[in-house]
């Protein structure tokens, strides 16, 4: 078993890395635009606007209530009939991939905005600041100390939700998986190459934040 | 009265600086008139009809004892509380007109609180100079050479560069009056700038805000340092249950109060 599964890893190694680079470019991605949708949306669920707030709650009962397999079909067949485009198979997994993850990180970015000490924002409006740059210079940068480790965090869980992707053949670990599958027949052996690269990056990925976290507190002490 | 100021700003330097008693505060102009100001948390009434003026260039003490709503009538000046019925005018604006930009209002009336709110992730130049830079389109340079006035006349011009966290508490509430006068306000208010401070850091905020008072800014400040509300204050009010109960000069208060509540609250605390 083990010998088989050595001999599949040098044989077919460059599927698996290229599934790989494939997995982490789109975690990368989705994380990415999952914060800048994440951050709008907490601004808006933390507007005195009832509408704003309203839309929000709607938005998030949505993502967070349905399974993400359910929306990444919605996305792959809805969107293209929407969107006057010719969308990839790609985008359209990704678009589902931000638009779900977005709902997560809205609840971290706004918890993470109520953690800043209010009397910050009075500090502000009382020298007179606009609303717009309370937020964007004295609110959200104390913001990011508290939002960045549970960031690292969606993008190791991203990490994994990414091999939904497999079900539409987008290129990432898990389609590399089947498709060696598929061409040898070894199912297990190939299910334990994956799994060992997912270990093996999900590892790294949480003692980088463990230490990252750590010289974050440390950096509090000091304070 | 000792003239010799040390704090001073712009909107001061061409009026002319308290030099009589307080008698003759009616002549002076009218800065703050609230009407009829009331503020209830839910069922709670914090406030309950309170009409009151501020005159330009007095130094107002507010006393009295915790939940008497001091600091909610301290912060419905400057809006940060918005007043649940009543009227505030200040220079002749209406605050209730929802036309007012609350913003631009709050840039003529500074607020010192009681935790400092420094912004902790600010060097101690740009604490000062991020609002005017940002509301007053002030270019960096001149906002800096303020700042640095400013910086040199409280004694922190040599922590320009450092982080609050290496200030201590009396100089952190220090940096924060003058963040607040680098907006070139026509009023301060005080929200119990000592009470959050050890013992032996109050004599060095107290002394800035003595200077400020002599410079003739006009200061309101609620304050447990009866002491200091005597020295350098013109008008003390007492506040209890949500209303003014008494006010007069700190003489009047202090020596000859007539309402009972503040004989009695005068006569625990002093």
Redesign the interface.
């Known amino acids: 078993m083990l010998n088989q599964i050595v001999k599949l890893w040098l044989k077919y190694w460059y599927v698996f890395a290229e599934g790989l680079w494939g997995t982490l470019w789109m975690s990368a991605v989705s994380v990415f635009f999952a914060v800048l949708l994440g951050t709008f949306l907490a601004v808006m669920k933390l507007s005195r606007f009832r509408v704003l707030r309203w839309i929000v709650d709607v938005y998030l009962w949505i993502m967070r209530g349905t399974p993400i397999l359910l929306q990444l079909y919605f996305f792959w067949i809805g969107l293209p009939k929407i969107l006057p485009l010719e969308l990839s198979d790609t985008t359209c997994v990704l678009s589902a991939l931000i638009f779900n993850a977005g709902a997560y990180v809205c609840e971290v970015v706004r918890s993470g905005i109520q953690a800043v000490d209010p009397g910050q924002a009075e500090a502000a409006k009382s020298l007179g600041m606009s609303g717009y740059n309370t937020m964007t210079r004295i609110i959200l940068p104390q913001a990011v100390k508290n939002i960045l480790p549970a960031l690292g965090s969606e993008f190791i869980s991203m990490i994994k939700q990414t091999s939904l992707a497999s079900v539409f053949f987008v290129p990432e670990l898990m389609t590399a998986q089947k498709s060696v599958q598929s061409a040898t027949f070894l199912s297990i052996q190939s299910l334990i190459i994956a799994g060992v690269i997912y270990l093996a990056v999900t590892s790294i990925l949480t003692a980088a934040l463990r230490v990252y976290e750590r010289r974050l507190r440390k950096s509090e002490c000091n304070a | 009265m000792p003239e010799k100021i040390s704090i001073k700003t712009k909107s001061v330097k061409t009026k002319s600086v308290k030099t009589d008693s307080i008698k003759t505060e009616k002549r002076r102009r009218e800065l703050i008139r609230v009407e009829n100001l009331s503020k209830s948390f839910g069922q709670l009434r914090v406030l309950s009809g309170i009409t009151e003026s501020i005159y330009e260039g007095e130094v107002v003490s507010i006393i009295g004892p915790s939940g008497s709503g001091k600091s909610t009538f301290l912060r419905c000046l400057?809006l940060?509380e918005r007043p649940t019925s009543g009227r505030i005018t200040f220079e002749e604006t209406d605050l209730n007109d929802k036309k007012v930009n609350?913003?631009?209002?709050?840039?003529?009336?500074?607020?010192v609180?009681q935790?400092f709110?420094?912004?902790?992730?600010l060097t101690v130049m740009n604490n000062i100079t991020?609002?005017p830079m940002?509301?007053k389109k002030l270019p960096r340079a001149e906002a800096e050479k303020r700042a640095a006035e400013l910086l040199d006349r409280v004694g922190l011009l040599d922590k320009r560069d450092e982080y609050p966290?290496r200030l201590s508490g009396g100089q952190k509430q220090r940096l924060?009056i003058i963040?607040?006068l680098a907006?070139e306000p026509n009023v301060i208010l005080f929200d119990e700038p000592t009470s959050a401070l050890d013992p032996e850091m109050v004599g060095e905020v107290l002394d800035v805000i003595r200077a400020l008072a002599k410079s003739g800014m006009t200061i309101v400040i609620v304050t447990h340092e009866m002491g200091f509300a005597r020295e350098v204050s013109d008008r003390v009010l007492f506040m209890d249950g949500g209303v003014i109960r008494e006010q007069g000069s700190p003489e009047e208060i202090f020596k000859n109060a007539r309402d009972p509540r503040t004989v009695s609250f005068l006569s625990k605390i002093l």
Not at chain 2, 117 to 121: R, S
Request: net charge positive; glycine share 4%; proline share 4%.
């Open positions: 400057n940060l609350a913003a631009k209002h709050r840039q003529k009336i500074g607020m609180f935790l709110n420094v912004f902790p992730h991020i609002a940002l509301e966290s924060a963040r607040a907006m």
